[in-house]
């Protein structure tokens, strides 16, 4: 297998964003047909070709079982993205599609033909990035055809090969190192990129730059000053149209295993030596294996899941989970989880890590959540300290991005009465530039070789180790499954999960 060379310094080392640009090469999307390309992945690239992040010498590929010629493929590729002008349009009539199977190797000699036919109009330069956006259960069957085709490897001349795959990497811990192993008999570690869209939001990456760029946050960042953390994703929505996945999924492979413990180890982690991927992604491995890990025994005792029922949402009644579509009528499947976890080192020992995620609940929001102790003595009479709090620090990470502090400050009056008050960032106000979505930042980091914010093979291991004994439990019914109202912010049985440290959830 040729070696992969990585073309363009780390983005996080760069200084101005204006200086990254993804170098020509050509975009292989399988799965072209689907939902995610014309949701997520052809808007991403329009984006980065208006702000012109992307050479003149680029392309994309479609592959698909959907039977389509050229120019139909073009026309889907504009219709994702209406209104988005003559530039647009321009770059689209240089894309192209091979329809077939992927387990069948003329889908690939078709594709090895096309990919040397845009090397020569466009002058792509034999630089390919393969995204994997199928189902997972093809991903092992694609990497062994691309291998078997030549399609893993640079050319003579160099250049690179990359393949990005979207998750779930695994259903278990078994079941990730099974893909794992498939995908590396056709590609080097070095060249697999798996993403998780999360780790592209502009906030995510803002907690970096919070602890690291600022003397006054890191020295608190520690057991002596915070009293606890929780991390919070909500969804307003439903199962909607995803019930037949769902019921083999849940919240905790849906969102906890990967999206929620990404989001708890760049928070956790030391700070690194270097900040570059290898530095990065080495923290964030440590961070994750300095979470215990539950005996699948004190599943109960450390987890709550639940299951949403009939209510209202935006003042319209909405079904239960179990008379959706696709769902079985005695569904066990969780659409709720909420968790404590806690963190065997230095830094984070004895305090409690809380976490949650569900469907249906009061407000679509995901917020990290970091309270600090109490004051040791309060020199004001209790009835002129009664609106106060603890200090917080919470990071927005959708929908209204950005940071909060909240702080004690003195009421306007002739009494000397103190209450908590907010000080708050916000992206869209304090930055005239536009925030890029997630999957722009990471399609270019994708192309310009930077693996900073996707994930490395001991990550995903590690989270699955955390999150194995948990669908142990769950395989025989433990815990109870707790039923929740839609529109509620969950069972009361997480009420109860936090209420035993003395704490309570956060109303986002």
């Known amino acids: ?79 994702a993205v209406p209104g988005a002008g003559p530039a647009w349009d321009g770059l689209v009539a240089g894309f192209r599609y091979v329809a077939g199977e992927y387990a069948r190797g003329e889908t690939f000699d078709t594709l090895s033909r096309v990919l040397a036919e845009v090397d020569r109009d466009r002058g ?6 393969h995204y994997l956006a199928t189902i997972p259960a093809v991903f092992g069957a694609v990497a062994d055809a691309l291998a078997h085709h030549g399609l893993n490897q640079a050319g003579e001349d160099g250049g690179f090969v990359r393949v990005v795959v979207e998750k779930p990497f695994g259903r278990d811990l078994e079941s990730a190192r099974a893909l794992d192993a498939e995908l590396h008999t056709a590609f080097d570690e070095s060249q697999i990129y798996r993403i998780d869209h999360y780790l592209g939001k502009e906030t995510v990456q803002n907690v970096l730059a919070l602890r690291f760029a600022n003397a006054i946050f890191e020295p608190i960042w520690n057991r002596r000053y915070v009293e606890q953390v929780q991390i919070t994703v909500a969804e307003c929505l439903g199962v909607e149209h995803r019930g037949g996945f769902y019921e083999t999924a849940g919240a905790l492979r849906d969102i906890v295993q990967n999206h929620v413990l990404q989001v708890l180890a760049l928070t956790l982690l030391e ?14 491995v440590k961070a994750l294996r300095a979470v215990k890990i539950l005996d699948p025994s004190e599943v109960p005792a450390y ?17 239960g989970y179990r008379a959706e579509a696709d769902v079985a009528p005695d569904s066990e499947t969780e659409t709720y989880l909420a968790m404590r ?15 949650r995620t569900g469907k249906r609940l009061a407000k679509r929001v995901t917020e990290v959540a970091m309270q600090f102790h109490s004051v040791p003595h309060l020199p004001f ?8 709090m603890p200090n917080a620090l919470v990071v927005r990470v959708q929908p209204d991005e950005g940071i909060t502090l909240r ?50 093979t001991d990550e995903v291991e590690q989270a699955w180790r955390i999150a194995d004994p948990i669908l142990e439990a769950f395989g025989g019914r433990q815990p109870p499954l707790a039923r929740y109202p839609a529109g509620s912010w969950g069972p009361r049985e997480a009420d109860a999960l936090i209420a035993r440290d003395g704490h309570a959830w956060r109303t986002p």
Request: proline residues 7%; aromatic residues 8%.
């Open 124 to 129: 792509t330069a034999g630089n390919r990035v």
């Open 341 to 355: 976890l806690d963190v065997d080192n230095w830094r984070w020992a004895g305090v409690p890590i809380y976490a």
């Open 381 to 388: 009479a209790s009835k002129l300290s009664e609106g106060l």
């Open 303 to 319: 987890v709550v899941r639940g299951q949403y029922d009939t209510g209202w949402i935006e003042g319209a009644e909405v079904p």
């Open 271 to 284: 700070p690194p030596a270097t900040v570059d991927a290898q530095g990065i992604r080495d923290e964030k």
């Open 1 to 79: 297998m040729a070696a992969v060379t990585t073309d363009l310094p780390n983005p996080l080392l760069m200084g101005l964003e204006g200086e990254r640009r993804a170098p020509p090469c050509v975009l292989v999307v399988f799965g072209a047909s689907g939902d995610l390309a014309s949701r997520k992945l052809l808007p991403a690239i329009e984006q980065l070709s208006r702000h012109r992040r992307l050479p003149a010498n680029f392309a994309v590929v479609g592959v698909a079982r959907t039977d389509m010629t050229d120019e139909q493929f073009r026309r889907m590729c504009l219709d």
């Open 407 to 456: 702080f004690g400050a003195k009421v306007p009056g002739q009494e000397f009465r103190v209450r908590s008050v907010s000080m708050d960032f916000s992206y869209g106000a304090a930055f005239l530039e536009e925030t890029p979505e997630a999957y722009e930042r990471l399609l270019l980091d994708a192309m310009a070789g930077d693996p900073t914010l996707f994930i490395r």
